[in-house]
């Protein structure tokens, strides 16, 4: 063993004596005072606080007090459904079949529109009338005339709803597509 192991090893035996040693031997042989918080905090046994204790420091309790409902909740009514029966008028077919195709139009567009939004997201390729109309411009110029005609066959698909109501859904109070 070389002498820097040697005295490596002697420091780590010292520095676990120290460790170890109980408190009352000191090099200076002299106790140190012991105070009530260090004799407390040294026990084993949990510090605990009753009621009582909490009310002496701290004052009682405020008394409980439910909750009020919520005012927005009590309030809100559903919406009423669209009239049922013998007396509504049913939409024509022809109706009926441009409200399907301006829906399937509304999800192809915004697709386009996720597509030339994200480069990562595969093409949805125009139609032939599209493709016509959008040749020579660029990716931006393409986006706003999509936004465009998004907003175009919204509103026509909202002037069919408002005119007919909900045709072919389910569920009438569900949201617009």
């Given at each position: 063993m070389t002498g820097t192991a040697r005295s490596l090893a002697a420091a780590a035996?010292?520095?676990l004596v120290a460790l170890t040693a109980p408190a009352s031997d000191t090099s200076s042989g002299a106790k140190p005072p012991a105070r009530k918080a260090d004799a407390a905090k040294?026990?084993?046994?949990?510090?605990?606080?009753?009621?009582?204790?909490?009310a002496a420091r701290y004052g009682p309790a405020p008394a409980h007090k439910p909750a009020p409902a919520p005012a927005a909740a009590a309030e809100a009514t559903p919406p009423e459904p669209a009239p049922q029966g013998k007396n509504v008028e049913a939409p024509p077919a022809e109706v009926v079949a441009?409200?399907?195709?301006?829906?399937?139009?509304?999800e192809r567009l915004r697709?386009?529109?996720?597509?030339?939004?994200?480069?990562l997201l595969p093409r949805e390729p125009p139609t032939d009338a599209e493709a016509a109309r959008e040749e020579g411009l660029d990716n931006a110029e393409r986006l706003a005339v999509v936004q465009a005609q998004?907003?175009?066959?919204?509103?026509?698909l909202a002037a069919i709803d408002a005119r007919w109501g909900t045709i072919g859904r389910a569920n009438p109070h569900a949201g617009r597509p």
């Open positions: 035996a010292l520095s040294s026990s084993d046994a949990p510090v605990v606080f009753t009621n009582d204790d909490l441009q409200r399907e195709f301006l829906v399937a139009e509304l697709r386009r529109e996720m597509s030339l939004r994200n480069p998004i907003r175009t066959t919204a509103e026509q």
